[in-house]
């Protein structure tokens, strides 16, 4: 194994252990914080961390395998089933971040008939269809035989050995990304820009109060006035920023590795063996990023995140003195008697 393998194998470890430990802390702060659970989006976060954690136990140690022994890590029927679940699991991560997406842009655009329009029902029922849509292209191309260990990934995931179904697959595969990565970026694209429209009108009307207010107050200190015009900055660049980093995370960790794929079905590009897998180790990488950009962020994630740690550390600290009180108690009984 030479440097370029063990540096990839060094990503997929951290990525794993990142990715375990992020995804499992919000499966925590599900668990313990029963007003998260009753809000829609909880369900498209169950859902996209449920998947990233078994993509995490099954597809990327696999992978781990692949990049350490240069050659398929498991018998046939094992690799189908890891493949099946990685165009499964890849297709769902996708479009719960285009549900969520969708979930955001309801709760800016409409916000007083947001509950109505957004119940637990309806969060219930996309996830029915996420699963459903992305259900569609593994079961067809385990149908067709395309699911298998693909050299150039080191992974299990679709493939084709046969020549003469060359054309076939690549219309597979072009439907395939078009319908799972196009279709979400396409929804991410179109939601996340509506909100931040929404969002820098309120900043404009949010502007023009507090110019106003400052032309009114003319004995107002100028520190406060400067304070006023930074928080006025750092509203405006917040909005921008969070959309950004939607979007972006996405296109950085699953663009290298669909272009790679659809490169890879024309036979005059040539692909490297090691960006091949760099590839999916950025896809991969999605999965360690998505806990921290949708849910470990967000106050309510951190104040559940407090809680639980407060209530570890109440038990630790509990204990001991509760061992104290008992010796104490028993010290004194003999005396009493």
């Keep these: 194994m030479n440097s370029w393998d063990a540096g990839l194998a060094g990503l997929l470890v951290g990525t794993m252990g990142v990715s375990l430990l992020s995804n499992a802390l919000v499966l925590l702060c599900l668990l313990h914080s029963a007003n998260i659970r009753r809000q829609a989006p909880a369900l498209f976060t169950l859902n996209l961390t449920c998947g990233n954690l078994l993509c995490t136990v099954v597809n990327m140690p696999l992978?781990?395998?692949?990049?350490?022994?240069?050659?398929?890590?498991?018998?046939?029927?094992?690799?189908?089933?890891?493949?099946?679940?990685?165009t499964f699991l890849a297709t769902n991560s996708m479009l719960s971040m285009a549900a969520l997406s969708i979930d955001r842009w309801v709760a800016v655009v409409f916000p007083l008939s947001y509950r109505a329009k957004m119940r637990l029902r309806d969060a219930a029922l996309m996830v029915a269809y996420t699963w459903l849509h992305a259900l569609t292209f593994p079961a067809a191309a385990l149908a067709l035989s395309w699911l298998g260990f693909h050299q150039l990934y080191a992974s299990c995931t679709l493939c084709s050995r046969r020549p003469d179904e060359r054309l076939r697959f690549a219309v597979f595969t072009g439907a395939f990304h078009a319908l799972s990565f196009l279709l979400s970026f396409v929804v991410l694209c179109c939601t996340y820009l509506k909100v931040l429209k929404v969002a820098?009108?309120?900043?404009?009307?949010?502007?023009?109060?507090?110019?106003?207010?400052?032309?009114?107050?003319?004995?107002?200190?100028?520190?406060?006035?400067?304070?006023?015009?930074?928080?006025?900055?750092?509203?405006?660049?917040?909005?921008?920023?969070?959309?950004?980093t939607f979007i972006g995370t996405f296109l950085v960790c699953f663009a290298p590795y669909v272009i790679t794929r659809l490169l890879e079905l024309s036979s005059t590009v040539p692909i490297g063996s090691h960006w091949g897998v760099l590839s999916k180790c950025l896809a991969y990488s999605k999965a360690a990023s998505d806990p921290f950009v949708y849910s470990l962020l967000r106050h309510q994630y951190r104040k559940s995140c407090r809680e639980i740690l407060n209530r570890i550390l109440h038990r630790r600290s509990f204990h001991p003195s509760g061992l104290t009180g008992d010796s104490h108690s028993q010290n004194i009984l003999p005396v009493s008697e």
């Design 200 to 244: 820098r009108f309120h900043c404009k009307r949010i502007d023009v109060i507090t110019m106003q207010t400052l032309v009114l107050l003319v004995d107002i200190h100028p520190s406060v006035r400067e304070r006023c015009l930074e928080e006025q900055k750092r509203r405006r660049q917040r909005a921008t920023k969070k959309i950004s």
């Design 63 to 86: 992978t781990l395998a692949g990049v350490v022994a240069q050659r398929q890590p498991a018998g046939d029927r094992l690799c189908r089933l890891a493949a099946f679940l990685d």
